[in-house]
């Protein structure tokens, strides 16, 4: 079955870049739009943006300014670049693959582990 | 933006019970909305979508109801498993995609 799971630092300075990684098994990426979502310790979750495999992008307009989302078909993985972080970036990141119904996205069907990213000094 | 507010913040309820979560929209989403569980130190995992129906693999103790801003998952009656947060995420109009900020089925 299809397996997705982080990867990245799991410390980050203050205005310095969060780099993660998120790679798929299992299946390919091909065919379907994948998700970053993150959830601040002890609080819900909040959508960051979508990545179609061919690489058109959608970005949480309260992110869209710091956030890149890209895709590597050849390695099944796809990756979010976060710049400037602070302390407010501090979250567990999970990667998923989005469901589609008649061609509209709609829910995260597949969710990996999550990574937790600590944005301290 | 399209907000998402569920209540109770908190539901106590005993094993065998039945459980009544409620998400509204501060506008209409139709019927393009989800419901998420997520055990503590896991990963989210979709229960429902389309408002009313299961994903695949969840058990049939699981219902969800509503359209257009009222919404509702009912657990018909609450297994030791079930006890967990739930969050509600609506997919009609985004982005943003938005989620409620979630209700903690306790043990009573």
């Known amino acids: 079955q299809v397996q997705l799971q982080e990867s990245g630092p799991g410390l980050v300075k203050p205005s310095e870049t969060l780099d993660l990684t998120c790679t798929v098994s299992g299946g390919s990426i091909s065919s379907y739009y994948w998700s970053w979502i993150r959830q601040p310790p002890g609080k819900g979750l909040e959508w960051v943006g979508f990545i179609y495999y061919i690489g058109s992008t959608h970005y949480n307009p309260s992110l869209k300014s710091r956030v890149t989302m890209s895709v590597d078909t050849s390695k099944n993985q796809i990756s979010l670049k976060l710049t400037s972080v602070t302390a407010a970036d501090t979250a567990v990141y999970y990667c998923?693959?989005?469901?589609?119904?008649?061609?509209?996205?709609?829910?995260?069907?597949?969710w990996g582990q999550g990574t937790k990213v600590t944005v301290s000094s | 933006e399209i907000v998402m507010t569920q209540s109770p913040a908190t539901l106590s309820v005993s094993p065998g019970e039945r459980a009544t979560l409620s998400c509204r929209a501060s506008?209409?989403?139709?019927?393009?909305l989800a419901w998420y569980q997520q055990k503590r130190g896991q990963a989210p995992r979709l229960l429902i979508y389309?408002?009313?129906i299961r994903a695949t693999g969840i058990p049939a103790r699981f219902s969800g109801s509503g359209s257009g801003t009222e919404f509702t998952l009912t657990i018909s009656i609450v297994q030791s498993e079930d006890f967990a947060v739930y969050y509600c995420q609506q997919y009609n109009n985004w982005p943003p995609i938005t989620f409620g900020q979630g209700t903690r089925l306790d043990i009573k």
């Open positions: 389309a408002a009313s």
């Open positions: 998923a693959r989005v469901a589609m119904l008649r061609g509209a996205i709609t829910t995260f069907e597949i």
């Open positions: 506008q209409s989403v139709s019927s393009n």
